[in-house]
């Protein structure tokens, strides 16, 4: 197990900046998410803890050694890469074994740490087999073995779901939480899927063009977004972002936006008092517009009309019109239906609404 921290981490591709004034600390044994979009920085962070990319500034620590001049074979760290890297002409357990010949084991400590592997991750059927053989699943079993046969300091992972289809990845999501647990062992994953974030993370780090936006654990994240990158970045669909205004309602406020006065919660009028008659960005969250006013909360009416309607099972998605024609989604009961075009009044909880600064995109103070 480890620790890893970076301190104030950047990378130059020449002029380009990749990656820039990144602070980090990754607790011994925790599941760190690196979430964000393509580009981002994700997997250049995770290479630069690796040593396969050179930190161009700033620090990277393991168990509180400064790692930036020492060789990635020193840092004992395993990394699990996007297209898994099995050599082609070995079998699962020459795969499994090469990297431990290479380290000078006696043969009976490797093909004990093989047996112990291939039992956890269920690939024991699979050692005579070459990586040709092997479905995208065991494949990535295969790759996540080699790694763990290793009893490294921390896993790297980079992407390693990608490939597989959606029941795949939902499989193998779960392993890896269950192996986490099993293992107690430091994880650094990096992915561009908001639900691996939600669902594996102890905490997410969220990237944008090269820095880190915000980092937590991730209903905290998802609760209390930090701007509108965040707000509509995690979660499918995404948060409802919408120009608006805040307004002198009676004796409190409102937010006018899509052509409706909808009235701030009492206890939320305090600290949004110095942004009356000012512009701002209201932020609402699918799963918080209703087709009822009952339920609690503080639910607000407003009349739409049906965009589309998306049935996806388990749920519905209520695309729908605002009076001013702009869109908003609605995550709904399974049991919902409504034509193209039909009016349909939604309610939304007012107490759970977001506002954010339009200049800076910051979300302003709740209250």
Same mark, same amino acid.
């Given at each position: 197990?480890?620790?890893?921290? &970076?301190?104030?981490?950047?990378?130059?591709?020449?002029?380009?900046?990749?990656?820039?004034?990144?602070?980090?600390?990754?607790? !011994?044994?925790?599941?760190?998410?690196?979430?964000?979009?393509?580009?981002?920085?994700?997997?250049?962070?995770? $290479?630069?803890?690796?040593?396969? +990319? +050179?930190?161009?500034?700033?620090?990277?620590?393991?168990?509180?050694?400064?790692?930036?001049?020492?060789?990635?074979?020193?840092?004992?760290?395993?990394?699990?890469?996007?297209?898994?890297? &099995?050599?082609?002409?070995?079998?699962?357990?020459? /795969?499994?074994?090469?990297?431990?010949?290479?380290?000078?084991?006696?043969? %009976?400590?490797?093909? @004990?740490?093989?047996?112990?592997?291939?039992?956890? &991750?269920?690939?024991?059927? *699979?050692? %005579?087999?070459?990586?040709?053989?092997?479905?995208?699943?065991?494949?990535?079993?295969?790759?996540?073995?080699?790694?763990?046969?290793?009893?490294?300091?921390?896993?790297?992972?980079?992407?390693? &779901?990608?490939? *597989?289809?959606?029941?795949?990845?939902?499989?193998?999501?779960?392993?890896?939480?269950?192996?986490?647990?099993?293992?107690?062992?430091?994880?650094?994953?990096?992915?561009?899927?908001?639900?691996? @974030?939600?669902?594996?993370?102890?905490?997410?780090?969220?990237?944008?063009?090269?820095?880190?936006?915000? #980092?937590?654990?991730?209903?905290?994240?998802?609760? /209390?977004?930090?701007?509108?990158?965040?707000?509509?970045?995690?979660?499918?669909?995404?948060?409802?972002?919408?120009?608006? $205004?805040?307004?002198?309602?009676?004796?409190?406020?409102?937010? +006018?936006?899509?052509?409706?006065?909808?009235? #701030?919660?009492?206890?939320?009028?305090?600290?949004?008092?110095?942004?009356? !008659?000012?512009?701002?960005?209201?932020?609402?969250?699918?799963?918080?517009?209703?087709?009822?006013?009952?339920?609690?909360?503080?639910?607000?009416?407003?009349?739409?009309?049906?965009?589309?309607?998306? %049935?996806?099972?388990?749920?519905?998605?209520?695309?729908?019109?605002?009076?001013?024609?702009? +869109? #908003?989604?609605?995550?709904?009961?399974?049991?919902?239906?409504?034509?193209?075009?039909?009016?349909?009044? *939604?309610?939304?909880?007012? @107490?759970?609404?977001?506002?954010?600064?339009?200049?800076?995109?910051?979300?302003?103070?709740?209250?």
């Amino acid at each position: 197990m480890a620790r890893i921290v &970076l301190e104030n981490v950047g990378k130059l591709y020449g002029p380009v900046v990749a990656v820039e004034g990144v602070n980090l600390d990754i607790a !011994d044994g925790e599941f760190m998410v690196l979430l964000g979009p393509s580009g981002c920085g994700k997997s250049t962070t995770l $290479r630069m803890i690796a040593g396969l +990319e +050179e930190i161009s500034s700033g620090t990277c620590s393991i168990d509180g050694r400064v790692v930036n001049d020492v060789d990635p074979a020193e840092r004992d760290l395993a990394i699990v890469f996007q297209n898994y890297a &099995l050599y082609p002409h070995m079998s699962v357990a020459d /795969n499994l074994a090469f990297g431990l010949k290479l380290r000078g084991l006696p043969r %009976a400590d490797i093909e @004990a740490r093989i047996a112990t592997t291939a039992r956890m &991750l269920g690939i024991g059927e *699979l050692l %005579a087999r070459k990586p040709r053989q092997l479905s995208g699943g065991q494949q990535q079993r295969v790759a996540l073995g080699r790694a763990l046969v290793r009893q490294p300091k921390a896993f790297l992972l980079d992407e390693p &779901l990608s490939n *597989l289809d959606a029941k795949l990845r939902a499989g193998m999501r779960t392993e890896l939480i269950k192996l986490h647990q099993q293992l107690g062992a430091t994880i650094v994953h990096v992915t561009h899927d908001q639900v691996e @974030a939600m669902t594996m993370g102890q905490r997410i780090c969220i990237m944008r063009d090269g820095r880190i936006v915000q #980092v937590g654990a991730p209903l905290e994240v998802y609760r /209390n977004p930090v701007d509108t990158f965040v707000a509509g970045f995690l979660a499918s669909p995404p948060m409802n972002l919408l120009d608006a $205004r805040i307004v002198a309602n009676g004796q409190g406020l409102a937010v +006018e936006v899509g052509g409706v006065a909808l009235p #701030v919660p009492p206890e939320r009028t305090g600290v949004l008092a110095q942004w009356r !008659d000012r512009p701002v960005v209201f932020g609402i969250r699918p799963e918080d517009l209703y087709t009822t006013a009952e339920g609690g909360g503080a639910r607000v009416a407003v009349d739409t009309a049906v965009v589309a309607v998306e %049935a996806l099972g388990p749920e519905v998605v209520l695309v729908a019109a605002l009076p001013d024609k702009r +869109e #908003v989604s609605a995550r709904l009961g399974r049991s919902f239906t409504a034509r193209v075009a039909a009016p349909q009044r *939604l309610y939304a909880d007012m @107490a759970a609404m977001h506002l954010f600064d339009p200049e800076t995109r910051r979300a302003l103070p709740r209250g």
